[in-house]
């Protein structure tokens, strides 16, 4: 075996699956999902799936004498006359159970949750985070509005996706570090990205939750490769998808854009004046705009546009 191979670090995909199903059964896997470490547990199948689908590229971290941020799991309950999931954080149980199989979503929107509840570093804001030529745009938005639809269809056109569901903004430098997980999709969505993307990765599908039918979507090796590079904010979009709507763009005062974003701070209240301070000198180094669409290939060509612009 060639040197290089023997010093090369593990990856999910270079477990066969077996030896992964066994490791989350057991002690758990510890996997590097920049800036963080978790340590994943699970007897469930269709986590070790997931895994497997949408994470084959990332690192594995062995050994004793890594940092791990957090500790989580998802382990089987019986209930009466069905079987469930319940989410660990440190043997903590922050969630009702979900249906059984939920348990790979359940794993996703437990990591979320760890990040949003206890990593006070940076400022948390709910919001899909995308670069391209060295800016970055943030997209907030509440649910419906075809955030991750969008998000998802610009990473496939090129754009490095930082993450689907926050930005960690640094309140000291004003730059936001990657934290690229898989895109959440949601319904319509699902299929709608399937037919722009046949060979993208996807993994299991958990039908009948509380947000309806839900997939995940791997990253880009390009995301997955440069997820140590920070990059500044240039642009805060506030998408709104409308059925068979032309796209129509529309100037956010950036007095209103910087209300908005407070609001989908997590945590911007625990880093107090400082926070929102940061939050202020963010939105004046931005374009802040409202973003209506109907068609997507519509709405990639103005975002192209903007990153192409000098």
């Known amino acids: 075996m060639h040197a ?14 077996d030896e992964l199903a066994r490791r989350l059964d057991g002690d758990g896997i ?32 062995e050994g004793e004498d890594h940092f791990v941020d957090f500790h989580v799991a998802v382990k089987p309950r019986r209930r009466l006359f069905k079987s469930v999931c319940v989410f660990e954080m440190d043997g903590f149980q922050p969630f009702t159970p979900l249906a059984y199989g939920e348990a790979f979503a359940f794993l996703e929107w437990g990591m979320n949750w760890c990040v949003t509840s206890y990593c006070h ?33 610009l990473m496939l056109s090129g754009w ?10 640094d309140p000291v430098t004003g730059l936001v570090t990657p934290s690229p997980r898989p895109v959440s999709l949601k319904n319509r969505s699902i299929e709608v990205i399937r037919q722009r993307a046949p060979d993208a990765g996807f993994g299991p599908v958990a039908r009948d939750t509380m947000k309806g039918t839900v997939a995940h979507m791997r990253i880009s090796a390009d995301s997955l490769a440069r997820a140590d590079e920070p990059a500044r904010p240039a642009w805060v979009v506030f998408p709104r998808y409308q059925q068979d709507a032309p796209l129509t763009i529309t100037e956010r005062p950036r007095a209103s854009a910087l209300v908005e974003l407070a609001s989908n701070s997590f945590n911007q ?39 192409e612009a000098a």
């Not at 290089?4 to 699956?17: C, F, I, Q």
């Not at 400022?123 to 509005?145: C, D, K, Q, Y």
């Not at 490095?160 to 903004?169: F, G, K, P, Q």
């Not at 929102?276 to 705009?289: K, P, S, Y």
Request: aromatic share 6%; charged share 15%.
């Open 4 to 17: 290089d191979a023997l010093s090369a670090p593990r990856t999910v995909a270079s477990l066969p699956p």
């Open 30 to 61: 510890v996997l590097r999902l920049p800036p963080f470490a978790m340590r994943i547990r699970s007897p469930i199948p269709v986590v070790a799936q997931g895994l497997r689908a949408l994470y084959p590229d990332h690192v594995l971290l």
């Open 121 to 153: 570093t940076w400022i948390t804001i709910h919001s899909a985070v995308l670069e391209r030529n060295g800016r970055v745009v943030l997209l907030p938005a509440p649910p419906g509005s075809g955030k991750s639809t969008l998000c998802a269809a």
């Open 160 to 169: 490095r996706l930082l993450s689907d569901e926050m930005a960690l903004l």
């Open 269 to 307: 209240h625990v880093h107090g004046r400082d926070g929102f301070q940061a939050l202020a000198r963010l939105v004046d180094g931005c374009a802040c705009h409202d973003l209506a669409y109907g068609q997507l290939d519509e709405a990639i060509a103005w975002f192209n546009a903007q990153a």
